[in-house]
């Protein structure tokens, strides 16, 4: 176990099974030393079913649930990490991360939405996880979702 699986692991924290595409793509792909990581959504797996977590923040979900959300879809682009380079230890930077909330008329608190995922990738990598980052609302998100994110980050060789 690496030094990140460690402190997930400390902190009570575990990488997701994988869920099945929702289209035709796939969860991150590598370019050179930047690996582009698509658009993940919050999402379990419970005794062999998808369970999606849905609902507008600032009206079926709080500020926290959105922020829940965003750290699970936090941990699912970490799996999508590990899945293509191996290790959650190679990488050595979060670069960019683009967030969408799915927000109730008159919500403007998307950022601290998204910091659900910002404080969790920063909890693992310190300063090599802080990222450049958007926080934007959504009239709506795939299967009524709360929360997407995607994020671009670099890995060492």
């Not at 990581?37 to 062999?48: A, C, K, Q, T």
């Not at 849905?54 to 899945?83: C, F, N, P």
């Amino acid at each position: 176990m690496g030094n990140v699986e460690k402190k997930l692991n400390d902190m009570g924290l575990k990488l997701p099974e994988k869920p099945p595409a929702a289209g035709n793509y796939v969860g991150a792909v590598q370019s050179g030393n930047l690996l582009f990581v698509s658009g993940h959504g919050p999402v379990l797996i419970e005794n062999g079913k998808v369970n999606y977590m849905r609902g507008k923040v600032g009206k079926d979900l709080t500020i926290e649930q959105g922020q829940e959300a965003a750290r699970l879809v936090g941990l699912h682009i970490l799996r999508s990490i590990k899945e293509v380079i191996g290790d959650l230890d190679r990488v050595s930077k979060f670069v960019k991360v683009l967030g969408f909330v799915n927000t109730a008329p008159g919500f403007t608190d998307q950022p601290k939405v998204i910091n659900g995922a910002s404080d969790l990738f920063v909890a693992l990598y310190g300063d090599a996880g802080r990222h450049a980052r958007s926080a934007i609302g959504m009239y709506e998100l795939p299967f009524g979702i709360p929360v997407e994110i995607e994020a671009v980050v670099e890995v060492k060789d």
